[in-house]
C-alpha cells in the first residue's frame, strides 16, 4: 500500500486521528494514550492553558517541542468576537496559527451556533488563522464554511461527549460528497466502531477526546481507536461491496444447481 498522506494548509500528515488532551486521569495516562494514538495533532481549549506562562501549563509540558501540531479551540465562546479573541490569544502567546472554532449555542446540548461559528470563521480566515470550524451535521453550513475559507470542515456525529456514536450518517456522507477541503469527524462518537465507520464514509480523520480520556482503560482505547481509523481508512480504500435487497450465492451455488427440465434437453 502507497504511503497515505493527506493535508491541511501546509502541513502534510500521516496519522488521521487528532487527539484531545482534556479529562484524563493523570498526566502519566495522557502522556501514554498520546503514543499509543500515534497522533500528530492535539487539541485543547485555550481556557485550560495559562497564556501567562504557556511553557508551564500542565497539558503542554509533557509534549516534546516541536512534535505535534497544535489544534486550540474556543471552547466556552457564545459568540463570533468571544471566539475570535480567544483565536487572538493563542497566537499572541505562540501556540498556534491553527484554530478550531467552537461556539455552543445551547448549555444543555452544546450544538454550535452556526451562524456565530460561520461569522467567526469569516473574520479569522481574513486575518492569516488556519481554521478548523466545528459544526453541526449539515451539508449546506458545511458548504458556507467551506467558502468562507475554512481549511477544513468538522461536523459532528453527535453532541459533545454523548458517545452516541453517528445518529446521521446520510448527511455526513453528503458532507464528504460535497467538500473539497478535509472533512473531520468530530464529538459524540463513543467507540471504535464509531471512528472505523466515519472513516469508511469517507472522512479524512476524526477527532476524540472523551471516549479515549473516559474510558476504563484510556491507552488501551487510544489504540484501540488509531486501529479502527486505520482500518475504516483501508476499507474506504478498498471499496465495499454494493448494497443488494436479496441474496447471493457466494460459492457459485447458482450454477450449479438444478433446473427443471425442458422439452429441448431430450431431443426430438
Known sequence: MLKDTWRIGEC???SRFFLGTGLFPSPFVQQEAIAA???EVLTFAIRRVNLESVE??????HVEPGSFTFLPNTSGARTADEAVRIARLARASGLSDWVKVEISA????LLPDPIETLRAT???VKEGFTVLPYISDDPVICRRLEEAGAAAIMPGGAPIGTGLGILNSYNLGLIIEEASVPVIVDAGLGTASDAALSMELGASAVL???PVAKA???VGMALAMKLAIEAGRLAYLSGRVPKKRYASASSGLESMMLKPASAGDFGS
Open 216 to 218: 476504563k482503560d484510556p
Open 122 to 124: 469569516e473574520q479569522l
Open 12 to 14: 502534510e500528515m500521516t
Open 37 to 39: 494514538s500515534g497522533a
Open 106 to 109: 445551547s448549555d444543555k446540548t
Open 56 to 61: 508551564d501549563d500542565s497539558i503542554l509540558q
Open 208 to 210: 476524540m477526546n472523551t
